[in-house]
């Protein structure tokens, strides 16, 4: 899945150890779309990716996530994460204007040819 937008918030880097005794880190995202009513979505990149993707403050970029679910003591949370940003160009959102083509003239020489309809 993705989505397209403008990165809006960076929520603080979050770390730990985990079980295994491996050390953790997590970085949060908002990114806001530009559709007519604009749409939040807040993504996290693990590890190594928070450096790889270096993501900035008011950034327009596409996030490629995946979404995963899992319980915890009879609870259910949601994690999307993101496993490739593309950087969009600083070109325009906005839709270029339709130019239609001139309309093509017919003339008939003959009325007898005519179609009925």
């Not at 530009?34 to 900035?56: E, S, T």
């Not at 995946?66 to 915890?72: K, L, N, S, Y």
């Not at 070109?91 to 008939?108: I, L, R």
Request: proline share 4%; glycine share 6%.
């Amino acid at each position: 899945m993705e989505i397209s937008g403008k990165i809006i918030a960076i929520l603080p880097l979050q770390s730990g150890t985990g079980r295994n005794g491996s050390e953790w880190k997590k970085q949060d995202y908002v990114v806001e779309t530009h559709d007519q009513y604009p749409k939040k979505m807040c993504f996290n990149l693990w590890g190594d990716r928070i450096d790889q993707f270096a993501v900035q403050m008011g950034e327009e970029v596409t996030v490629s996530f995946d979404i995963d679910c899992r319980e915890w003591n009879g609870k259910w949370f949601n994690d999307i994460r993101a496993w490739k940003i593309d950087r969009n160009s600083g070109a325009s959102m906005d839709a270029q204007p339709f130019q239609q083509a001139a309309p093509v003239e017919f003339t008939s020489t003959d009325a007898k040819d005519d179609l009925p309809f």
